[in-house]
């Protein structure tokens, strides 16, 4: 009785515990947290601290959530209309203030008292607004500077004394300039950053509704850079080519200092080791004010949630020094906490450039600041300063002019008035002269004007040496991996350059021979070396090779011969599908009749451009589908041909302009007019050619990140019609947020079902797809393009999402690597040629074929040049592909054929034993005999509960999910 009484006891002090740890209405806590493109890569680390804080803190359960970045911001509004909103959430500082400035954020410092000083100050007082903060830092990104300490001693400079500043950077360009033939330094100027680093404010007054860096100081800033382009100190190209183009040039070994995130040093490394082992890393160089620009991600809490305190807490937690510390080792990012940098992680020293890298990283982080600008319509106004900013880097307008430029086009954005001083005036004037006449006397004493210097040979060694390292670095890929691929061939070519290299690498330093032939020794060892790197990318037997073919450079083809020639151009660099721009901004490459206006730029061609494409395509067997605009009217900031023949039919916004942030006008997506008038467009197409199909560009609104369309008089009516209220009386955030923004990504559904039925009841087998935003939330959440449903309900074959991007490792990966490309329909992502150099190309081909393996596609033909093609056709496309949405049957063969040979070769080498060889043959013969998807679902859970090496598996699955594609559409 007694041992029973004890019990009863027990289980009711358990009891009474379980009570007190837990509200007893509501159960466990639970904690909704978003973060942005932090999903897969960091999924451990994310458990681990989960687990941490939940063990800690019993009762609470953390439900995390990552999403896209450019629809983490619309669709936090989009459910502050609603009872879900999320209780914190990762934002950049601009996301942060935009969402305050709309009353939709918590005040963190009166949840969470005295913490302020736990963070570097210059971060925690982006978000203070007023009296109180909105933000818990989180994470930085920052710059230091790197340099090339081969370099350095070839211009006769100290690699231990790097430049601190701007005219440390200017000096040391002149020498390296004059001495080597190299330029020192490509700037990538954030010209409003470099205004606050001078310590120039801004604006004039705390409202921000003044020009207050209309100065001697600004215009000597903007002067400085004017006279490194002036006397070819840095690159032509300094603005246009970008942070790629300067990594490029650095790796390569012609240039000699490199502002760049720390993340970049493993790609170095990894292309260009005799670089890597020649890098000094210092401090970037600082202006007057002594600040350094760190890109800031934060925490907020919306002032919606249901669980402020609990969310505060968690947050604080995942700000704190340890939290940010564990993240700071396993990303390339550093931290806001002032406790994590005391950390021997970041205060040891050594001469590895990526140690020390974090080293002066944290040294510098006591002066950083989040300076982006996040005022109402800082995206114009930073516009503003990059346009002047570039006509004075260029010679069009001296310094002066320039800043003059800015204040008067700010004041007119900001609603103010702009009003110099006339002494002020005078004073830069005077001043200016003294700098130029300065500047002339330092440039005709010193010599410094700089012929075109042949690079010296020790560049054409390093290229050699970066890209032998690279093959090798392929190699050691394809034997870990278990890639079908000419090991044996790649290995003789890699041996051969690795001879030339060395007699290149000797011969320089022993001075024996002359020049010319080290540079021989050295070019043909970079010759073998690019022929082995081109054999080391993976060829995709079943995939859809497209081509977008922009109307301007069918035009720049003058005709029909050279027209022929750039379609078997293509064919012959095994390409298989393209598609010409048969509509664009109301105009046609097709001659004139009552629904097109011929685009003048053919008005001198005696045939029709469309039915020589497709006639030369028919010999090649090259796929021809129609691309055509959809709702866009026009790009140039004024209204097109179409709506300047139908005003009533353009589409506006709310405040009833035209023009979107973007420059461009749109045609009201309700109004049956369009509708009609766009229909006929592509049934004369479809009637009158022999297209395989027909390619939807534009079917979408223009980005609601920056503004809401859709306020035209057709679709307001509609929409009073069924809900009963005006969208103009729409406040943001509000519940009816949620019917507005529903309404209009209906109205482009809409549209797809009637291209669809339509033109499919002319011509059965008519392939349609669409190019998307990527990632099925943030088309709907950017642009009202729902591609996922579309997909799901047959409407189009197959869509192309424009993954334009030059970031191969984290926006390019995470796009392809989400959960909708893993579907039962066909995506074949879209490549920006014209924003990379043609080894990222190849390099993010490679990457697409790894994750989506059953189609590619470019843009656009315009910026294809031979080299590109050269490479392609020696590369990723030496062997030509089956079409899978042409020929689905006929991949699945071949798909099936390759994926038993890997099977077997697998089991000959003992990487699989003997059941999962078995279970491998069952899975491939399950899913291509019977052709189900389901018969994939089945399979890949025994492969995945199956002890099989990950990365074998990996690469079995890849294949099982293409198959399954594939089953889908027979």
């Given at each position: 009785m007694k041992y029973i009484f004890k019990k009863l006891m027990l289980v009711l002090l358990l009891i009474s515990l379980i009570f007190l740890t837990f509200p007893v209405e509501t159960g466990a806590v639970e904690i909704e947290f978003w973060t942005i493109n932090l999903q897969p890569e960091f999924n451990d680390y994310f458990a681990e601290m989960f687990s941490i804080y939940e063990n800690d803190n019993p009762g609470v359960k953390i439900i995390w959530q990552d999403m896209p970045f450019s629809a983490v911001k619309q669709k936090l509004i989009y459910q502050s209309s609603g009872d879900q909103v999320p209780d914190l959430v990762n934002l950049n500082t601009e996301m942060a203030l935009d969402l305050q400035s709309k009353n939709l954020l918590s005040a963190v410092d009166q949840l969470s008292i005295n913490i302020a000083d736990e963070y570097f100050a210059g971060i925690w007082e982006a978000t203070t607004v007023g009296e109180h903060a909105y933000a818990y830092p989180w994470y930085l990104s920052t710059k230091v500077l790197l340099y090339n300490k081969e370099i350095f001693r070839l211009a006769g400079l100290d690699p231990a004394l790097p430049p601190e500043n701007m005219d440390d950077i200017e000096k040391y360009s002149r020498q390296i300039r004059h001495e080597t033939g190299l330029y020192g330094y490509m700037p990538q100027v954030n010209i409003l950053q470099e205004f606050i680093k001078e310590g120039i404010d801004l604006f004039a007054n705390q409202a921000k509704t003044e020009v207050g860096f209309y100065s001697k100081e600004a215009v000597e800033l903007v002067n400085s850079y004017a006279n490194l382009r002036k006397y070819?100190?840095?690159?032509?190209?300094?603005?246009?080519?970008?942070?790629?183009?300067?990594?490029?040039?650095?790796?390569?070994?012609?240039?000699?200092m490199l502002v760049s995130g720390p993340q970049f040093l493993k790609n170095i490394q990894e292309k260009s080791p005799?670089?890597?082992?020649?890098?000094?890393?210092?401090?970037?160089?600082?202006?007057?004010?002594?600040?350094?620009?760190?890109?800031?991600?934060?925490?907020?809490?919306?002032v919606q949630s249901e669980v402020p305190v609990e969310a505060a807490k968690f947050a604080e937690f995942m700000s704190g020094a340890f939290a940010q510390l564990e993240f700071s080792k396993r990303a390339d990012i550093f931290p806001s906490a002032r406790k994590a940098v005391q950390d021997e992680y970041f205060l040891q020293k050594s001469d590895q450039p990526d140690v020390m890298a974090r080293h002066v990283v944290a040294g510098q982080l006591e002066y950083v600041e989040d300076m982006s600008l996040t005022v109402e319509k800082a995206g114009q106004l930073v516009n503003v300063l990059n346009e002047e900013f570039s006509r004075a880097l260029h010679g069009k307008i001296d310094a002066h002019q320039a800043v003059e430029n800015m204040a008067e086009k700010w004041s007119l954005i900001l609603g103010s008035e702009f009003n110099p001083n006339p002494v002020l005036v005078e004073e830069i004037d005077l001043f200016l002269e003294e700098i130029r006449l300065k500047a002339e006397v330092e440039a005709t004493d010193a010599n410094l004007t700089v012929s075109n210097t042949q690079s010296p040979v020790i560049l054409k060694i390093n290229a050699a040496e970066r890209k032998i390292g690279q093959v090798k670095v392929k190699l050691n890929q394809i034997q870990s991996q278990y890639q079908d691929l000419p090991e044996q061939e790649i290995s003789t070519l890699l041996t051969e350059a690795g001879k030339f290299l060395g007699l290149a690498r000797q011969s320089y330093q022993k001075k024996n021979i002359n020049e010319q032939q080290i540079e021989d020794y050295a070019t043909k060892a970079l010759s073998l070396a690019e022929s082995a790197y081109l054999l080391t990318i993976q060829v995709n037997k079943v995939q859809a090779r497209g081509l977008w073919l922009d109307h301007g450079s069918i035009a720049r083809t003058k005709g029909e011969a050279g027209l022929r020639q750039m379609i078997r151009q293509i064919a012959q660099s095994n390409f298989n599908v393209i598609y010409p721009e048969v509509f664009y901004k109301g105009l046609t490459i097709i001659p004139d009749n009552e629904l097109f206006r011929q685009d003048t730029i053919f008005q001198n061609w005696d045939v029709d451009p469309l039915k020589v494409i497709i006639d030369e395509a028919a010999k090649y067997e090259l796929e021809v589908h129609g691309w055509v605009w959809v709702f866009n009217d026009n790009t140039s900031g004024k209204p097109g041909p179409i709506l300047q023949e139908h005003p009533t039919w353009a589409d506006q916004n709310k405040e009833g302009e035209l023009v979107s942030y973007h420059g461009s006008t749109w045609l009201s997506h309700s109004c049956p007019e369009v509708q009609n008038y766009l229909l006929a467009r592509y049934e004369y197409l479809v009637k009158n050619y022999q297209?395989?199909?027909?390619?939807?560009?534009?079917?979408?609104?223009?980005?609601?990140?920056?503004?809401?369309?859709?306020?035209?008089?057709?679709?307001?009516?509609?929409?009073?019609?069924?809900?009963?209220?005006?969208?103009?009386?729409?406040?943001?955030?509000?519940?009816?947020?949620?019917?507005?923004?529903?309404?209009?990504?209906?109205?482009?559904?809409?549209?797809?079902?009637?291209?669809?039925?339509?033109?499919?009841?002319?011509?059965?087998?008519?392939?349609?797809?669409?190019?998307?935003?990527?990632?099925?939330?943030?088309?709907?959440?950017?642009?009202?393009?729902?591609?996922?449903?579309?997909?799901?309900?047959?409407?189009?074959?197959?869509?192309?999402?424009?993954?334009?991007?030059?970031?191969?490792?984290?926006?390019?990966?995470?796009?392809?690597?989400?959960?909708?490309?893993?579907?039962?329909?066909?995506?074949?992502?879209?490549?920006?040629?014209?924003?990379?150099?043609?080894?990222?190309?190849?390099?993010?081909?490679?990457?697409?074929?790894?994750?989506?393996?059953?189609?590619?596609?470019?843009?656009?033909?315009?910026?294809?040049?031979?080299?590109?093609?050269?490479?392609?056709?020696?590369?990723?496309?030496?062997?030509?592909?089956?079409?899978?949405?042409?020929?689905?049957?006929?991949?699945?063969?071949?798909?099936?054929?390759?994926?038993?040979?890997?099977?077997?070769?697998?089991?000959?080498?003992?990487?699989?034993?003997?059941?999962?060889?078995?279970?491998?043959?069952?899975?491939?013969?399950?899913?291509?005999?019977?052709?189900?998807?389901?018969?994939?679902?089945?399979?890949?859970?025994?492969?995945?509960?199956?002890?099989?090496?990950?990365?074998?598996?990996?690469?079995?699955?890849?294949?099982?999910?293409?198959?399954?594609?594939?089953?889908?559409?027979?």
């Open positions: 070819d100190l840095i690159p032509a190209s300094s603005l246009s080519g970008g942070f790629n183009e300067a990594l490029q040039m650095f790796q390569e070994g012609r240039l000699a005799m670089i890597y082992e020649n890098i000094g890393v210092a401090a970037l160089p600082t202006g007057r004010a002594r600040k350094v620009h760190a890109a800031a991600m934060n925490l907020v809490i919306p297209l395989a199909g027909i390619n939807l560009d534009y079917i979408r609104f223009p980005e609601e990140y920056h503004n809401s369309f859709g306020y035209d008089d057709y679709t307001v009516r509609l929409f009073k019609d069924k809900y009963g209220y005006d969208p103009h009386q729409i406040k943001s955030g509000s519940k009816e947020t949620r019917e507005w923004m529903q309404f209009r990504e209906d109205l482009v559904t809409k549209m797809v079902i009637l291209v669809s039925k339509k033109l499919l009841a002319i011509q059965p087998d008519l392939i349609l797809s669409a190019d998307v935003l990527p990632g099925v939330e943030e088309a709907r959440f950017r642009t009202l393009q729902n591609w996922g449903l579309w997909l799901e309900e047959g409407y189009l074959d197959y869509v192309l999402p424009m993954t334009y991007t030059e970031n191969l490792f984290s926006e390019l990966k995470d796009w392809l690597s989400g959960s909708e490309i893993n579907r039962e329909q066909l995506l074949y992502p879209g490549l920006s040629v014209f924003k990379l150099t043609p080894e990222q190309l190849l390099e993010q081909i490679e990457l697409v074929n790894q994750l989506n393996p059953l189609g590619v596609n470019l843009f656009a033909s315009a910026h294809l040049k031979d080299e590109h093609y050269q490479l392609l056709v020696n590369g990723p496309f030496r062997e030509k592909a089956i079409n899978p949405h042409a020929e689905p049957t006929k991949a699945i063969k071949l798909l099936t054929v390759d994926l038993i040979n890997k099977i077997n070769f697998l089991h000959e080498k003992n990487i699989i034993n003997d059941q999962q060889f078995k279970i491998l043959e069952l899975a491939t013969e399950g899913i291509s005999s019977k052709k189900s998807p389901a018969e994939y679902e089945k399979y890949s859970k025994k492969i995945n509960e199956s002890d099989i090496d990950l990365t074998v598996n990996m690469a079995i699955l890849r294949y099982l999910n293409s198959l399954k594609i594939l089953a889908e559409q027979l």
